[in-house]
């Protein structure tokens, strides 16, 4: 079985500019979750979704990040336009009703 | 608010040493799960163990035990005769248990570097 997968695994881009984060989730589960890692700080949680509905946001930083899961499969977080301490790891997770979170290789974003 | 914290930032111990990796945490659920997940070098979380709030039976799984203290708050990882595979960042998490908008929400301590040397 596929685990969680994550692209890119790197992106570096200016600040200004719009970077879009993919994650596939493990077939079959429900719940999807993004969280960020800034560099030398806890593991964050930004938002979760239940199929294509948002649980919670409660952690999204600001509205220059959207994310979305049309059709409740793979999901896309957008930073636009991106911000220097927008920089970190970003991470998604996935999980079946009340199962354990499975996590992403992460995605280590760079803005200059 | 859920709070978790690991004291020990970095932990440095020599192969088949044993050590434990502190985890003490806050809640105002009464019901709650922990967690605890080792991220290698190559850089994804790999989940090590789930308990529930009313489970405090001490788990133990090959080289690597739980000591879950509810009249502490505390969730401490031990790894019996560390390994150089062993080498990772270890992090402990807390999340609400089931039901509500914060389901699943995990709430993540700072993380412990452990290098095993050979």
């Known amino acids: 079985e596929a685990g969680v997968t994550q692209f890119p695994s790197h992106s570096v881009i200016e600040k200004g500019q719009t970077v879009t984060l993919r994650c596939d989730p493990i077939?079959?589960?429900?719940?999807l979750y993004w969280y960020r890692r800034v560099m030398g700080k806890e593991i964050k949680f930004l938002l979760h979704?239940?199929?294509?509905?948002?649980?919670?946001e409660s952690g999204m930083p600001n509205n220059r990040f959207l994310a979305e899961r049309t059709g409740g499969t793979y999901s896309t977080l957008k930073v636009q336009p991106a911000e220097l301490e927008d920089s970190g790891v970003y991470f998604c997770?996935?999980?079946?009703?009340?199962?354990?979170?499975?996590f992403g290789p992460g995605t280590r974003l760079t803005v200059t | 608010a859920q709070k978790v914290t690991q004291a020990q930032t970095e932990i440095s111990v020599v192969e088949k040493e044993d050590v434990t990796l502190d985890c003490v945490y806050e809640?105002?659920?009464?019901?709650?799960?922990l967690f605890w997940y080792k991220q290698p070098p190559s850089g994804e979380l790999v989940f090590l163990i789930r308990?529930?709030?009313?489970?405090?039976q001490n788990e133990i799984s090959g080289r690597y035990s739980w000591n879950f203290q509810k009249s502490t708050s505390s969730f401490n990882f031990t790894i019996t005769a560390s390994q150089v595979v062993d080498s990772a960042v270890y992090f402990c998490?807390?999340?609400?248990?089931?039901?509500?908008?914060?389901?699943?929400?995990?709430?993540f301590g700072q993380g412990t570097i452990l290098t095993v040397h050979p």
């Open positions: 998490a807390l999340s609400p248990f089931a039901g509500g908008t914060s389901y699943g929400k995990l709430t």
């Open positions: 077939s079959g589960h429900d719940n």
């Open positions: 308990r529930n709030s009313f489970d405090e």
């Open positions: 809640t105002r659920d009464t019901t709650y799960y």
């Open positions: 979704f239940v199929k294509e509905s948002k649980q919670d």
């Open positions: 997770a996935s999980s079946h009703r009340g199962s354990e979170q499975y």
